[in-house]
């Protein structure tokens, strides 16, 4: 991989001035063009200590516009990130659409690190790889440009560059004996590193190699990368939309939601005393969750008037409202509709020792999305992989995941609609949305179905709530929120 860099090559401090005027004016023109496309940019800066990444960065900086740009620089997890999932800090960096962000380290470093020094394992490096590679693609299908720079120097040159910084006071702080003990293990760097790199540069996210022995040489390359790969990306033509097809939907006559048995039900006798249990139960596991520094995710999906809402009133009765949110899912905000559709999930994920509900949730994009056209069929096909990798992450993360599909049919929804408009109080709750929907009842429900079918992992499987009866929904959920918690704790 690194033999591939020309090294030695260097550019005149003339001709690096004659250059700079007009870089600095493409480098501008081109975030402009991606500003108006509307197309998020994440310049990732990695490389050899030494080789001008810090120098490089203030240079984006200083020569692109400060208004539509970002830049973080990531070290040790702080105490709010090391208590969610690994990728969560690196989701929250993202920038919405016609923005950039400057990330000055990022999900590659620890990897790195981590390898060279003995703690992952070969075969832990490998999975960690697959996960990037699987998280730069679904940024890059949902339009993001990722750039990705890394700055390489011999270790001759760079023995050399941290001797002459630490003979000025000026610069002395800028060698460290992290950096000193990492120049011993140059050739081991130089070795994981290349097999990342290999791994990773792909089609959609590629690595371009900087040779950083020469600062002119090195900033013109970084400015000349980044115009280039917006240029390439703002110019290529954009595929025109093929016309809607219709659907015809087929339905397998044995699905897994046709064999709830829907005639379930509790007298109010018993539902009283096992709703009492189930909450008590509740509360004393919050109680453990929160010593034992794990995290509760709750997602409701199900039909309208299912009995979502119902379910999530008794279930936080039982918990300390300092230790839930409750997160309702709507149409997406305009802040959301400028980042990929996870986006708005991962900003809400729970600390551990936390409990969040989502009343409905990233589900959306395989169900309402899916029928009604929001997104492409390519979007939401792709989504059941994005969601489980999601998934796995919120449970390697610390979190325990339920989550419960509250099945009713058609004759009881259109009994709770009729209800609801004479009741004052659940007025708000129908209107002609509602109506309109029960038209695509098929379509909803071979959506739902393939959605069971194809995300219910051993590590966030699906529950199945029969809903035609409140008392034995409300009870059946509680009741699995328990039978979880019991085997996770």
Not at 99 to 113: E, K, N
Not at 176 to 195: A, M, N, P
Request: hydrophobic share 35%.
């Amino acid at each position: 991989m690194f033999e591939t860099v020309e090294l030695g090559q260097s550019l005149s401090d003339a001709k690096f001035e004659k250059l700079e005027p007009k870089l600095r004016t493409e480098l501008l023109r081109a975030q402009s063009d991606l500003s108006k496309a509307k197309i998020p940019a994440i310049i990732l800066v990695h490389g050899v200590d030494g080789a001008g990444k810090g120098d490089a960065v203030n240079l984006l900086n200083e020569w692109m516009d400060a208004r539509y740009l970002v830049t973080q620089a990531f070290g040790a997890p702080t105490e709010e990130e090391a208590n969610r999932p690994d990728f969560w800090r690196y989701w929250m960096a993202l920038p919405p659409k016609g923005r950039a962000s400057v990330l000055f380290g990022s999900w590659y470093t620890d990897p790195i690190v981590n390898r060279v020094f003995g703690d992952l394992s070969e075969g832990d490096l490998e999975s960690t790889l697959t996960r990037i590679r699987d998280f730069e693609t679904a940024l890059a299908d949902d339009g993001a440009l990722v750039i990705k720079l890394w700055f390489h120097i011999t270790k001759k040159t760079q023995r050399k560059r941290f001797e002459e910084l630490e003979e000025s006071k000026a610069s002395a702080w800028r060698v460290s004996k992290t950096d000193w003990k990492h120049h011993k293990l140059y050739d081991e760097f130089t070795r994981v590193s290349g097999h990342v790199l290999r791994e990773t540069s792909t089609g959609k996210a590629p690595w371009t190699l900087i040779e950083g022995t020469d600062p002119n040489h090195r900033d013109v390359t970084v400015a000349r990368t980044v115009i280039d790969r917006i240029r390439e990306r703002v110019d290529a033509p954009t595929p025109e939309a093929a016309p809607a097809a219709k659907r015809r939907v087929r339905r397998d006559p044995n699905t897994v939601l046709d064999a709830l048995d829907l005639g379930l039900s509790l007298d109010k006798e018993e539902y009283e005393t096992r709703i009492d249990e189930s909450l008590a139960r509740v509360n004393k596991l919050s109680r453990k969750l929160a010593k034992k520094k794990k995290g509760l995710i709750v997602v409701l999906e199900g039909w309208d008037a299912a009995g979502k809402g119902g379910a999530i009133r008794r279930t936080t009765r039982a918990l300390d409202a300092r230790q839930y949110r409750l997160i309702p899912i709507a149409a997406p905000t305009e802040e959301e509709r400028q980042h990929h559709y996870l986006w708005r999930f991962w900003r809400h994920l729970p600390r551990l020792g936390r409990i969040t509900i989502y009343d409905r949730s990233w589900y959306g994009r395989v169900l309402v999305e899916r029928v009604e056209g929001f997104c492409s069929d390519a979007d939401w096909q792709r989504a059941y992989k994005e969601i489980n990798d999601f998934e796995e992450q919120l449970v390697e993360g610390g979190n325990i995941v339920v989550k419960l599909w509250v099945h009713i049919n058609q004759d009881e929804q259109l009994r709770r609609f009729k209800e609801r408009e004479t009741q004052p109080w659940k007025k708000y709750k129908i209107g002609a949305e509602d109506y309109r929907n029960r038209e695509k009842w098929s379509e909803y429900e071979v959506a739902a179905n393939e959605m069971v079918g194809r995300t219910s992992t051993e590590f966030a499987p699906w529950t199945l709530v029969e809903g035609n009866d409140k008392r034995w929904a409300r009870v059946k959920i509680l009741e699995t929120i328990c039978a979880r918690l019991d085997d996770a704790l």
